[in-house]
């Protein structure tokens, strides 16, 4: 089994930035592929990006490209999601995700409990 817990949402002004964090534990989590997925009122859970065991490979959504990062360190058993230039539309609650088999349908066997993230303009 898997645990996940992620910190760091909270209210932030357009512009402004956010780093969330996901502490995998169990299952060997420091060697899976993880993912970031985010689910705003009303809309279907998406893929935000992920990054693959090592750290060395992430892949990310079209509309935070450029703007959020996804990295890792192994050793403390991190993963984080470095969000700038938010906008309103990244408001959303976000997850952290692994034992994914289809990132894009956000079909994954283990989910955190999400975090929200509020961006006011």
């Known amino acids: 089994q898997v645990q996940l817990v992620e910190s760091g949402g909270g209210l932030v002004q357009a512009g402004g930035s956010l780093r969330l964090s996901c502490a995998p534990s169990?299952?060997?989590?420091?060697?899976?592929?993880m993912g970031w997925f985010r689910q705003a009122p009303g809309k279907e859970r998406e893929l935000v990006g992920g990054?693959?065991?090592?750290?060395?490979?992430?892949w990310y959504a079209d509309s935070v490209k450029g703007r959020f990062t996804i990295s890792r360190d192994n050793a403390k058993r991190m993963v984080y999601l470095q969000m700038n230039s938010l906008e309103p539309d990244d408001t959303a609650v976000y997850y952290c995700?692994?034992?994914?088999?289809?990132?894009?349908?956000?079909?994954?066997?283990?989910w955190g409990q999400g975090t929200q993230v509020t961006v006011s303009s």
């Open positions: 995700a692994t034992g994914c088999t289809n990132y894009a349908t956000s079909r994954c066997v283990y």
């Open positions: 169990g299952g060997a989590s420091s060697t899976r592929d």
């Open positions: 990054i693959s065991w090592s750290g060395y490979n992430t």
